[in-house]
C-alpha cells in the first residue's frame, strides 16, 4: 500500500509515463488493487484544485484502460461506476471520467445495474453544448456500447429517451453523427416511440440531406456516403416516420436540383418499403406527380434513373397490400399502378417522340413489381403495341413500335427467375404468335429490321416461351437475310447472328439443319482469284457468321468436318495463286482458332476429343505438303498458315489429360525424330512417309514444321510421361539444331522455345547437363570471339531461353546464367545483343512459360529479379568508361525497363532520367518505344497529381521535348509506333509541368510538329493535331 500511495504521489507531481506503466504492472501482478489506487488517491480527488482533482481522475482512469480485464473484479466495477457517475457532475473532473466508464462499459464485470445508472447519469447530467467535440465523441460512445451490450436495461428506463433527445440534439461533428445515427437507429427500433416520434424524426431528419464534404487527408477517413447511408438507415428504421417524412421528402424534390434530388429518390426507395403501403397510399398520387416530372422531363439520366427506382419501389409496396391475385384485371390492381400504365398508354400514342422512350423506362419498373402488376401492364401494352404496328396510319411509325416492344421483350429478359418472370412467361405464351408475327413482319421493311432482329434476339433468350418449330421459323426469316444475294444486314449482321447464337445454344437443330449448309455451301472450293475482293468478303463474312454460331458441341463437330474436308481440297492441289490460297486457308484454320479459343473459355468438355479428330488431319495435310517434290509452292508450308495450325495444336494438347498426352506426344515424337508414323497418326499419313525435319541436309520447309512439335511439347502438363529415353540428349540435339546455318531465325527461335519448356518442367532430370553441357557450350560459342556470328548470337538465344526457365521459378542458377550474359557486354560483337536479351529475360513475353501451359511460374519471381537487376545495370552503365561498353548497358536499361514494375523504378528516377535521355538516340526503335513508354508513365502519375514544378521531368525539360521532337519527325530510322509515342509524351507535359517550366519550349514545339502534321499516315497526323491542340491552349 506504501508503495502504491508513492506511485500515486509520483505520477500526480511529475505525470510520468514509467510511473503510470509501474502502477499498471503493479495492477496486473495483483500486489495492489484498484480500490487501493483510489483510496491512495483520496486526497488528490478531494482537493479544492480542480487541476489536482483532474490529474487523480484520469491516473485512475488510464490505469484501469490499461490493466487486464480481469483485474476489475465486479466489486471494483461497481464502486468505480458510482465513483465516476459522480465525477461526471464535475466540470474539472468530467473528461477522464467519461473515459473512465467508457472502459467499464466495455467489461465482462460491467452489469445491468451499472448500465442504468451509468445511462441515467449521463442523460441527467451532461450538457453537450459545453463539451468539445472529442468528449462528445466519448458520450456517444459510451452509450453506444451501452445499447450493444445491456439494450434491454436501458429499454426499460422511461426518462432515457426524452434524455437522448435534448442530449443529442444540435451535433454537428460528423465523427459523432455516425454513432448518433445509429444509436437512434436502434432507438426508432427497440423503444417505444409512441410519445416522441416527432422528437426524435426532427432531430434525425435535420440533418437531410447530407452536404458534407470531406476534408483532405481526413485522418477518420469519414466519407459522405458513410454518413447518408447512417441517415438513411435512421430514416428507414420505423414507419412512424413515414407521415412525417414524406411530405418533408416531396418537397425537397419540388425545391430543389442536383444531389438533393438524387438523394432523395434514394432515400425514398429505403424508406417505402418500412412505411408501409397505408402511409405511401396516402401520399401515393404526390409522389407519382413528382417522379413524373423527373422521369419525363429529367435534369440529367441519374435523377430519371432514380425517380423511376423509387417509383418502382412505391408501386412494389402498394401492390404487396393486394392479395395475390390469379388474374390480372384492374379489379385486382390499385388505382396508381392503373394511372401509371395509363398514362405511359397516352405517351405511346406517339413512338417516335423522345417522351415515348421514358414511358418504356416506366413500364419496365412496372414489370419489376409484384406478378399482379406486372400481368396487368403486359396485358394491357403488349396488345396496345401490336394493333398500333398493323394500324395503316401508323405505318410510319413502325420502326419506333417495335423499338418499345423490343425494350418490354428486353426488361422481360431481365426478370430472370422470380414470381414476375412466371407471370410474364404465361403471358407470352399466350401472346407469343401475335408477337412473332409482327417482329417477323418488321423484318421484310429495311428501316424497321434493326428493332424487329433485337426484339426476335429477346424473345429467343427467355427460356420456356418458343418452340424448337417457332425457334426454327426464326432462324428461316434470318436466314433469307442472311443468305441474300444483296447484303440485305449490312451492319445489322452481328444481331442476326446473335440471335441465332442464342438458338443455337437452346435448340441447336434448328441451326444445325438450316443455318450451317447454307453458310459451308457458300465457302468456294478454291481460293478467289487475286481481283475478285467482292468474293473475298463474301468468304470472310461466312466464316464471321460460322465463328459466331459453332461454339455449341454438335454445332462445333460440323465445323471442323466440314472445313478441315475443304482444307484437305485446297492443300491438296498445286494452287493457280500460292499467296491468295494461303490467305483463303488461313481463314479457315483461324476460324476453326478462333471458336476452340471460345470453347476454351466456356470450359467444354468436348475439346480434348479432337486430339485424335482433328490434329491428324492437320498434320497429314501439313506433312504430305512439307515431303512433296516441290514443298516450296504448297499452301500447307506457307509461313502464314503454319502458325495457325499450331495454335490449333496448342489449344487442343491443353486441354487434354496427361495420359492422352502422352499417347499424342509419343506418337508425334516418333513422326518428327524417326519418320515413324504409328498410333492416331496411322490412318492418315503411310508408314514411312520421308519426314525428316531435323536432319541436317533436309529442306527448310519440312524444319518449319518443327513448330507443330513446339505447340504439342509446350503445353504439356508436367506430369506427363515423355518419349525421349534420354532428355539430355533430346535437348542438346536441339541446341545444335538451332545453331545450325541450316535453320532459319524463325525456326531457332521455335527450337528455344521447346528447350525452355522442357527444362523448367523437367529441371529434376537436368543437373548435370545444366552444370556442365550448357556452359561449356557457352564458352565455345556465344563468349568465343572466335566463333562465327550467327552461332554465337543463336547461342545467346538458347542461353536466354534457359535462363528465363530458370529465373521465373526463382531457380539460383539462373542468376548464374544472368552473370554469364553480363560478362558479354564486353565483347565489342555481342555487347548490344546480350544487353538486349536483359529485357527479354525479365519480360517473360513469348507465352511459353506460363500457368496456363503448366509450366512452373513462382509468383513475383520476376518482379524480385527486375528489383535486383535495375541497379546492376544503372550502376554498370555509370561505372563503365568505354563507350562500347556503356551502350550495352543502355541497350540492357532500354529493354529491361519495360518489365520493371512502377514501384522499383520510380524511386530511382532522378538517376534514370538522363539515362533514358540517352536511350532515345538508340536505333533500335523496339527500345525507344518501351523508354517512351516508361516516360509517359511518369508524366501521367505526375499530371494525376495536378503538375509539378520539380523532379526528374521539370529537370530534363529541354532534353525530353528535343529528344521528342526528333522522333515525331518521319525519317529512315523513326516507324509510326515511335512517332505516336513520342507525340503522346508531348502531349502531356503540359498537364504534367507548369506553364511557366513549358512556355520557353511552346513556339518551337507547334512549329516543329509541322512534319508530323503533313506525315502520310493519318494516325500520325490524328496524335500529331490532338498534342498541337494541347499546346496551343497551353497558357498561364
Known amino acids: 500500500m506504501e508503495n502504491c500511495q508513492e506511485l500515486v504521489r509520483t505520477y500526480v507531481a511529475t505525470e510520468e509515463s514509467d510511473t503510470l506503466k509501474e502502477l499498471v504492472q503493479n495492477v496486473d501482478d495483483q500486489k495492489i488493487t484498484l480500490l487501493h489506487i483510489v483510496k491512495s488517491l483520496g486526497e488528490y480527488l478531494t482537493s479544492e484544485d480542480g487541476k489536482i482533482r483532474e490529474k487523480g481522475v484520469r491516473l485512475l482512469s488510464s490505469v484501469i484502460s490499461l490493466c487486464k480485464p480481469e483485474r476489475v473484479s465486479k466489486q471494483s466495477t461497481r464502486v468505480l461506476t458510482t465513483f465516476y457517475i459522480e465525477k461526471i457532475q464535475d466540470a474539472d473532473t468530467i473528461i477522464p471520467a467519461l473515459d473512465g466508464l467508457l472502459t467499464l462499459t466495455s467489461l465482462p464485470s460491467f452489469g445491468t445495474n451499472e448500465a442504468t445508472d451509468t445511462a441515467r447519469s449521463i442523460v441527467s447530467h451532461i450538457s453537450m453544448k459545453s463539451l468539445v467535440q472529442s468528449v462528445r465523441y466519448v458520450v456517444f460512445r459510451i452509450i453506444d456500447t451501452l445499447f450493444a451490450k445491456h439494450l434491454t436495461a436501458l429499454v426499460s428506463i422511461h426518462t432515457f429517451l426524452p434524455g437522448y433527445i435534448k442530449l443529442a440534439e444540435g451535433e454537428k461533428d460528423p465523427r459523432n453523427l455516425l454513432l448518433a445515427f445509429n444509436i437512434a437507429r436502434i432507438i426508432a427500433l427497440e423503444f417505444d416511440i409512441t410519445n416522441y416520434v416527432d422528437d426524435l424524426f426532427d432531430i434525425t431528419f435535420c440533418y437531410f440531406p447530407i452536404t ?168 394491357r401494352i403488349v396488345p396496345f403495341l401490336l394493333k398500333q404496328f398493323h394500324d395503316p396510319d401508323e405505318a410510319a411509325h413502325r420502326d419506333p413500335i417495335l423499338a418499345a416492344l423490343r425494350d418490354v421483350l428486353h426488361a422481360v429478359h431481365e426478370l430472370k427467375e422470380g414470381p414476375c418472370f412466371q407471370a410474364s412467361i404465361t403471358f407470352l405464351e399466350a401472346n407469343k404468335d401475335a408477337t412473332l408475327a409482327v417482329l417477323i413482319s418488321g423484318l ?136 491468295y490460297t494461303a490467305a483463303y486457308a488461313c481463314a479457315l484454320l483461324q476460324t476453326i482458332s478462333n471458336v476452340l479459343a471460345r470453347k476454351l473459355d466456356a470450359g467444354h468438355a468436348d475439346v480434348p476429343k479432337y486430339l485424335d479428330r482433328l490434329l491428324p488431319i492437320l498434320l497429314s495435310i501439313v506433312v504430305k505438303a512439307a515431303t512433296s517434290p516441290i514443298p516450296k509452292i504448297q499452301v500447307a508450308t506457307h509461313p502464314n498458315v503454319l502458325p495457325v495450325v499450331a495454335s490449333i495444336f496448342s489449344m487442343v494438347v491443353r486441354a487434354t489429360p496427361a495420359s492422352k498426352q502422352a499417347v499424342f506426344i ?131 538465344q538458347v542461353w536466354v531461353a534457359v535462363t528465363r526457365a530458370l529465373v521465373v521459378q526463382g531457380h539460383k542458377k539462373g542468376d548464374e546464367y544472368i552473370d554469364s550474359v553480363f560478362s558479354l557486354f564486353e565483347d565489342p560483337l555481342a555487347g548490344r545483343a546480350a544487353g538486349k536479351t536483359i529485357g527479354d529475360i525479365a519480360l517473360n513475353s513469348d507465352g511459353v512459360l506460363t500457368k496456363k501451359n503448366g509450366a512452373t511460374v513462382r509468383l513475383f519471381a520476376l518482379q524480385k529479379l527486375c528489383a535486383r537487376l535495375l541497379p546492376r545495370v544503372v550502376s554498370g552503365y555509370k561505372e563503365s568508361k568505354e563507350s562500347q561498353i556503356q551502350d550495352a548497358y543502355l541497350v540492357a536499361l532500354a529493354s529491361l525497363i519495360k518489365a520493371v514494375p512502377k514501384a522499383t523504378y520510380v524511386e530511382h528516377l532522378s538517376v534514370l532520367m538522363p539515362i533514358l535521355l540517352r536511350g532515345l538516340t538508340l536505333e533500335d526503335t523496339e527500345l525507344r518505344i518501351n523508354i517512351f513508354e516508361t516516360i509517359i508513365q511518369v508524366a501521367k502519375d505526375v499530371a494525376d497529381l495536378s503538375g509539378t514544378s520539380t523532379g526528374p521531368l521539370a529537370e530534363h525539360v529541354g532534353s525530353l521535348i528535343k529528344a521528342a521532337l526528333f522522333n515525331s519527325r518521319l525519317s529512315g530510322e523513326t516507324i509510326p509506333g515511335v512517332q505516336i509515342r513520342a507525340l503522346q509524351l508531348l502531349a502531356i507535359l503540359p498537364s504534367a509541368l507548369r506553364y511557366d517550366i513549358l512556355h520557353p519550349y511552346k513556339n518551337e514545339v507547334i512549329r516543329k510538329l509541322g512534319s508530323a502534321l503533313d506525315d502520310r499516315r493519318r494516325v500520325v497526323r490524328k496524335e500529331a493535331v490532338d498534342c498541337r491542340s494541347v499546346w496551343f491552349q497551353l497558357k498561364g
Open 666 to 796: 509419343d506418337s508425334l515424337s516418333k513422326l518428327f525424330y524417326e519418320s515413324h508414323v504409328e498410333g492416331i497418326l496411322t490412318s492418315k499419313l503411310p508408314t514411312q512417309c520421308g519426314f525428316h525435319p531435323f536432319d541436317e541436309n533436309t529442306l527448310s520447309e519440312q524444319r518449319s514444321t518443327v513448330v507443330l512439335l513446339a505447340a504439342s511439347i509446350i503445353p504439356l502438363r508436367s506430369e506427363t510421361i515423355l518419349p525421349f529415353e534420354d532428355l539430355t540428349k533430346t535437348l542438346s540435339s536441339l541446341v545444335e539444331w538451332c545453331i545450325s546455318d541450316r535453320t532459319s531465325d524463325v525456326q531457332c527461335i521455335t527450337g528455344t522455345q521447346i528447350i525452355s519448356s522442357l527444362v523448367n518442367k523437367h529441371l529434376d532430370k537436368l543437373k548435370l547437363w545444366l552444370d556442365e553441357y550448357l556452359p561449356n557450350f557457352w564458352q565455345e560459342t556465344a563468349y568465343n570471339p572466335r566463333q562465327v556470328r550467327q552461332v554465337r548470337f543463336r547461342a545467346l
Open 444 to 579: 421484310n421493311a429495311k428501316v424497321s429490321r434493326g428493332s424487329a432482329l433485337s426484339g426476335l434476339l429477346q424473345v429467343s433468350c427467355v427460356r420456356g416461351v418458343l418452340s424448337d418449330e417457332e425457334m426454327a421459323f426464326i432462324v428461316h426469316s434470318v436466314n433469307e437475310l442472311l443468305g441474300s444475294e444483296k447484303d440485305e444486314l449490312e451492319d445489322l449482321r452481328p444481331i442476326a447472328l446473335e440471335t441465332l447464337n442464342v438458338i443455337s445454344a437452346i435448340s441447336p437443330k434448328a441451326i444445325e439443319e438450316t443455318t450451317l449448309p447454307m453458310l459451308f455451301a457458300a465457302l468456294p472450293d478454291k481460293a478467289p482469284p487475286r481481283d475478285a475482293d467482292e468474293e473475298r468478303g463474301k468468304y470472310w463474312a461466312v466464316l464471321s457468321a460460322l465463328t459466331a454460331l459453332c461454339e455449341a458441341p454438335t454445332l462445333f463437330e460440323i465445323l471442323v468436318i466440314r472445313l478441315s474436308t475443304k482444307l484437305e481440297i485446297i492443300c491438296g492441289s498445286v494452287p493457280a495463286d500460292r499467296e
Open 212 to 379: 458534407f464534404k470531406p476534408p483532405p487527408n481526413d485522418p477518420y477517413g469519414i466519407t459522405t456516403e458513410d454518413l447518408k447511408s447512417a441517415l438513411g438507415a435512421c430514416l428507414s428504421a420505423t414507419p412512424r416516420f413515414g407521415p412525417l417524412a414524406l411530405p418533408l421528402f416531396l418537397e425537397k424534390l419540388s425545391a430543389t436540383a442536383g444531389n438533393t434530388k438524387r438523394d432523395t429518390l434514394r432515400t425514398m426507395s429505403l424508406c417505402l418499403p418500412i412505411y408501409g403501403p397505408a402511409v405511401a397510399k396516402s401520399f401515393a398520387s404526390q409522389m407519382w406527380s413528382s417522379f413524373k416530372l423527373e422521369i419525363f422531363q429529367p435534369l440529367d439520366t441519374e435523377t430519371a434513373d432514380k425517380a423511376v427506382s423509387a417509383l418502382t419501389t412505391l408501386l412494389l409496396v402498394l401492390g404487396e397490400d393486394k392479395a395475390l391475385p390469379s388474374g390480372s384485371t384492374a379489379e385486382n390492381i390499385d388505382g396508381l399502378t392503373e394511372e401509371v400504365v395509363t398514362e405511359c398508354l397516352r405517351v405511346l400514342r406517339e413512338p417516335e417522340k423522345n417522351q415515348a422512350q421514358h414511358a418504356i423506362k416506366i413500364i419496365n419498373a412496372c414489370l419489376n413489381t409484384t406478378p399482379a402488376i406486372c400481368a396487368y401492364t403486359l396485358n
